[in-house]
Nanobody, 116 residues
Framework: QVQLVESGGGLVQPGGSLRLSCAAS????????MGWYRQAPGKQRELVAT???????NYADSVKGRFTISRDNAANTVYLQMSGLKPEDTAVYYC??????????WGQGTQVTVSS
């Protein structure tokens, strides 16, 4: 049974920083793309950032220059360093792993709240 376990969410003031982590437990092989998505109240889930096993990254325009995605393949872990946080970044953040064979895994979500 594969589980993605997220950590690092919380409450932060505008302009602050947080680092999210997502680690896979259980037998998981050949992960191609790792990513982060978020869902704010009343809105659809949206892509935040992705990173391939070759290190290519993709970011939503709203987070470019403020967020950085990285991964540790040996540990099956993906990170999201968030800086310059804004109130509009408030959402539940979900990690996502896509295996080469097509299987998709989701984390349980971690709340990020940006407020003074």
């Amino acid at each position: 049974q594969v589980q993605l376990v997220e950590s690092g969410g919380g409450l932060v003031q505008p302009g602050g920083s947080l680092r999210l982590s997502c680690a896979a437990s259980g037998s998981i092989f050949s992960i191609n793309t790792m990513g982060w998505y978020r869902q704010a109240p009343g809105k659809q889930r949206e892509l935040v950032a992705t990173i391939t096993n070759g290190g290519s990254t993709n970011y939503a325009d709203s987070v470019k220059g403020r967020f950085t995605i990285s991964r540790d393949n040996a540990a099956n872990t993906v990170y999201l360093q968030m800086s310059g946080l804004k109130p509009e970044d408030t959402a539940v953040y979900y990690c996502n792993f896509k295996a080469l064979i097509g299987t998709i895994y989701w984390g349980q979500g971690t709340q990020v709240t940006v407020s003074s």
